[in-house]
């Protein structure tokens, strides 16, 4: 096996030919083959590269490391975007006829060989080269190596510890390293005494001063999706910025997420719905976007103006596609929704207006409980299930079930019932979600936001449905 680091310029600077001929010159050292340098000028490169390959008696590997830095993705070293063809034409040609020459190709992303054509003409690796990507740690793997690095420093994880690691960072070997490092650092500001014993909840509650460390690691790690997978790209930042339903349309067509999936960026959450699968990454590149667009807020809020319209478009989508859901569910077979005759008190729901204060929003989420939750609810005491919310819908449409029951313990909390300390909880992670973790106090337009979430996320649910089911 030889191995050829391809960023370094002793490689990426050479010309095809040129790189062909040190190849040739190892190869011939190494294994005591007959070579001639004076033939590998541009013309004869290839027949003096294939003259030493078939004086091989044994199997070799060449391994190129960083391929895109000799590739037509190279920024540098402009004339690979042309002698890339030349030398795996040469290269693929000689394996054509001689099987004791073989390559492995790695790099950051698989472009170089997904590409059809470099300069109109057929790409030599398209179609030829299988791939795979590497994944990060696993929860297994994970307290071999935070628990190696942390006793050399004083650190001691318990095992929810490590488990907020794991799922924070998920499992990327440099985020993992770097936020470990991150932890040492803010030990240091406070002069604690080692051996620190670290828990979810202290790492929890460092999480925003540890990740602002991590941000251009962060930036790093999703740069090559933005240059080469914009589209794919485009998906991450609706999901940062709350769009999931949107997310959730374009999701259908897998060329839009194939590569967020290899990467080990895109995952569902215990409710099916899409989430990006490492937070910390989620939340740089909705900063980001963020950023850009001059929002104080990760949720890209509806601008005011548009408010009116927006909810008139979003009423019409609901109702269309719960009907649409109905129909699947009856073609299923699966537990209905609402029973034969639909959900009812639809007149209600079409008559709903922007919100504006806590009393508007009490009477929107009260419609929306009556129409949705506390029909399925009645469905079920019609037909003698009295747990038929609790059981039946939850387990055959987790998706959707999320969505009605935030509306549910919205409607709770905005009418002061007495809630149960599960439903306290559900509500907390329901009001971080939707705020961010503000009080609701400090959050300006705190209603109308809620009621944005409220409405994506019940559309964001029946789409869910509506995929699963057809």
């Known amino acids: 096996m030889r191995s050829l680091d391809c960023k370094l310029p002793s490689v990426r600077k050479l010309r095809w030919f040129e790189l062909l001929a040190k190849i040739c010159e190892e190869l011939a050292h190494r294994l005591h083959l007959t070579f001639r340098p004076e033939r590998c000028g541009e013309i004869y490169a290839a027949d003096e590269f294939i003259s030493v390959v078939a004086q091989l008696s044994r199997p070799v590997l060449l391994v190129f490391d960083e391929i895109e830095y000799i590739s037509p993705l190279s920024i540098e070293d402009n004339h690979w975007h042309k002698d890339f063809l030349a030398f795996w034409q040469t290269f693929w ?35 030829i080269v299988s791939y795979q990507f590497l994944t990060g740690l696993s929860l297994d793997e994970t307290p071999n190596m935070i628990r190696t690095l942390g006793k050399r420093v004083g650190f001691k994880f318990d095992h929810e510890a490590v488990e907020y690691i794991h799922k924070r960072y998920g499992g ?4 993992t390293r770097m936020a470990c490092s991150a932890t040492n650092n803010l030990i240091k500001e406070k002069n604690e005494d080692r051996p620190v014993s670290l828990t979810w909840s202290k790492l929890e509650l460092e999480e925003e001063q540890r990740d ?14 933005k240059q080469f997978y914009p589209d794919e790209y485009t998906m991450l930042e609706l999901l940062s910025s709350g769009q999931i339903h949107d997310f959730v349309e374009l999701a259908a067509y897998p060329e839009y997420t194939k590569h967020l999936r290899s990467y080990g960026l895109l995952t569902e959450d215990t409710f099916k719905r899409p989430t990006i699968a490492i ?48 129909k699947a569910i009856k073609q299923a077979g699966t537990p209905q929704l609402f029973g034969p005759n639909s ?17 508007q929003f009490r009477q929107f989420i009260d419609t929306c409980n009556k129409c949705f939750v506390e029909s ?4 079920g005491q019609s037909i003698g299930r009295n747990k038929y919310y609790w059981q039946d819908i939850k387990t055959t449409y987790a998706g959707l079930w999320y969505a009605l029951q935030r509306i549910k313990i919205y409607r709770h ?8 300390k599960q439903a306290s909880g559900e509500l907390l992670a329901y ?19 809620l009621q944005q979430c409220v409405l994506d996320g019940l559309l964001t649910g029946i789409q869910i449905e509506i995929g699963n089911l057809t």
């Open 212 to 225: 602002a460390e991590l941000t251009f690691y962060c930036r790093h790690v999703v740069s090559e999706l």
């Open 413 to 420: 909390e905005s009418l002061h019932l007495m809630l149960t």
């Open 279 to 326: 937070p910390v990454i989620g939340r740089y590149v909705g900063l980001e976007l963020a950023r850009c667009e001059g929002r104080q807020t990760l949720l890209r809020v509806v601008p005011k103006e548009d408010r009116s319209l927006w909810l008139e478009k979003r009423k019409k989508s609901v109702v269309t596609d719960l009907r649409l859901l109905e």
């Open 376 to 379: 399925v609810e009645n469905f």
């Open 172 to 175: 990327h070997p440099l985020l």
């Open 343 to 359: 959900f009812p008190h639809a007149d209600y729901f079409a008559s709903l207006t922007v919100v504006e204060t806590e009393n």
């Open 93 to 127: 040609s000689c394996q054509s006829r001689y099987r004791t020459i073989s390559a492995m190709i790695a790099g950051v992303n698989p472009s170089v060989v997904e590409m059809d054509t470099v300069g109109g003409i057929q790409n030599p690796l398209f179609g």
């Open 431 to 449: 009001l971080k979600q939707d705020l961010e973790g503000k009080p609701p106090s400090s959050v300006r337009d705190c209603y109308f936001i």
